[in-house]
């Protein structure tokens, strides 16, 4: 069975760095594209990261994308020997206090940044969220 499972959230200050792990059982994550999402209280999931399966990467590059809010700021990698996609958020801002989730998909949208229910996702399987504090 396949499952997702985030982890690395928790409670951080302002200006502070946190990194999430997305781990799969049941699938290799590089032949998947790997998404974040985040989930603000009372808020639909949003697009935050993609990062493209080797397959769909240009030559030598693993092709990501990022949300306009935190495009400088996070970076999103891989780690194949460990079947594991990472979120590394650093210049942590309180707007970024939210659930985090990971998901996998086919191939990652052209834009990120849309709410799920946009239709620009087509994601496979969930992770049931790690939740991120960003105390100022």
């Known amino acids: 069975q396949v499952q997702l499972e985030e982890s690395g959230g928790g409670s951080v200050p302002v200006g502070g760095s946190l990194r999430l792990s997305c781990t799969a059982v049941?699938?290799?994550?590089?032949?998947?594209?790997v998404g974040w999402f985040r989930q603000f209280p009372g808020r639909e999931r949003e697009g935050v990261s993609c990062i493209e399966s080797r397959s769909k990467s240009i030559s030598s590059v693993v092709s990501t994308l990022y949300a306009d809010a935190v495009r400088g700021r996070f970076t999103t990698s891989r780690d194949n020997a460990k079947n594991t996609v990472y979120l590394n958020m650093d210049s942590l801002k309180f707007e970024d206090t939210a659930d985090y989730y990971c998901?996998?998909?086919?191939?990652?949208?052209?834009?990120?940044?849309?709410?799920?229910?946009?239709?620009?996702?087509?994601?496979?399987?969930w992770g049931k969220g790690t939740s991120v504090t960003v105390s100022s």
């Open positions: 049941g699938l290799t994550l590089d032949d998947y594209a």
């Open positions: 998901s996998t998909a086919y191939e990652c949208p052209a834009i990120v940044g849309y709410p799920l229910s946009s239709g620009y996702y087509d994601m496979h399987y």
